[in-house]
């Protein structure tokens, strides 16, 4: 099961359960609202358990269709690994970051 949940405050969602290619679409139209914001936008991934390569694509074409960058928060070892593999850590559009003090509250 897939779900995400807006910041209390700032332009971000929280992710939860796994994103793959039953769920993406999901995405896609939960961040459609966020694509001519400009600014930084944040998704933080701590309650993501499963992430699939259709998850990277929808973080590559969201990042690169808008006037800011993708910040991705609290993202696990074994999705580092997939963005090092596929080449996404080097996506200048796309910040990952692993400030367990940020605080969406």
Known sequence: MFRATPFDCGQ???LHGE?????VDDLALMLEPFA?????FT???????FMD?????AF????GGRAGGLVLEHVSE????VFAITGVD??????????RAAAHG
Do not use: K, M, W, Y
């Open 19 to 23: 994103l793959d290619v039953t769920t």
């Open 53 to 57: 390569v259709s998850g990277l694509r």
């Open 90 to 99: 080097r996506n200048p559009a796309i910040h990952l970051r692993n400030d």
């Open 12 to 14: 971000g969602l929280c």
């Open 78 to 81: 074994n999705i580092r690994r």
């Open 36 to 40: 001519g914001v400009t600014g930084d």
């Open 60 to 63: 590559e074409q969201f990042a």
């Open 43 to 49: 998704l933080d991934l701590a309650d993501l358990t």
